[in-house]
């Protein structure tokens, strides 16, 4: 059994309501695809409360938010996206807690950047052919200069965000915290390879007979635009939570 204090609580209900509202009713919107964050809130739940409380939060800000604002028939296939959202990292985290309490002197220094990179390099890959070979988005027909723009986005997005972790990991070595950057994005970054890149394009075709193939290369190439803006949310909510969490 696990037991919460009523900040946990209080947090959590306040978790299931920013996912709620930035899933059915606040979105990005750009002429590629939306940038849609409500999983975010759910990510950090998992991370501060554990993967249980974690679930929790996915499965109830699914639900709830289906019966506020439906997006078509309800399918069961979502709510376990969500369930996975916050059990994944919350899993991931759990590791990392149990190993600093093994320790006197805080948890060992090491980094998962090497496996980040792998993951951003891969994201990159399959963004570029995505973004290289599409004639349309939406209403929207590309021409070989737009192809080739998008291309250069999605991978100066991916080396940004690199230089970016590679800078706070090395610069500023917290041994102290399990929360580096390195950490925060590997969380995401398996949430996205675990959970949305096969998971989501499988209901989409179950539900409205939607490609399988072209709903993974579009969510591969989605992510390595939009990881910068989920990871700075993501420190966002866990700072506001517990202000001793710092990544430097």
Known sequence: MFKLS??????????????????????????????????VPIVAGGILFGPVVGGLIGFLSDLIGHLIRPFG?????????????????G???LIYKQGRKKLDDG??????????????????????????NVKKI?????????????????????????IVIYILRYRYPNKKTIYTIDRLILGLLLVEIMVFIPLTPLWLKL????????????????????LPIK???LYVLLRSYDNKIKLI
Not at 107 to 132: D, H, K, Q, V, W
Not at 140 to 153: P, W
């Open 231 to 233: 990871a700075i949310f």
């Open 73 to 89: 028939a309800y399918h069961p296939g979502f709510a376990l996206n969500e369930t996975l959202t916050g059990v994944i990292p």
């Open 138 to 162: 939406g209403d929207i027909i590309l021409d070989i200069n737009a192809n080739i723009s998008l291309v250069i986005l999605v991978n100066l997005s991916v080396l940004i965000t690199l």
């Open 207 to 226: 539900t409205f007979e939607v490609p399988y193939v072209s709903g993974v290369i579009v969510r591969v190439a989605r992510v390595a635009l939009i």
């Open 91 to 93: 899993l991931l985290f």
């Open 107 to 132: 948890i060992p220094n090491r980094s998962e950047l090497p496996l980040i990179t792998l993951i951003l390099i891969g994201l990159a890959i399959g963004g570029s052919y995505y973004f290289y």
């Open 6 to 39: 009523t900040k946990q609580m209080t947090y959590s209900a306040l978790l299931i309501v920013l996912s709620i509202i930035f899933s059915r009713f606040i979105s990005i919107n750009t002429p590629i695809f939306n940038i849609e964050l409500g999983g």
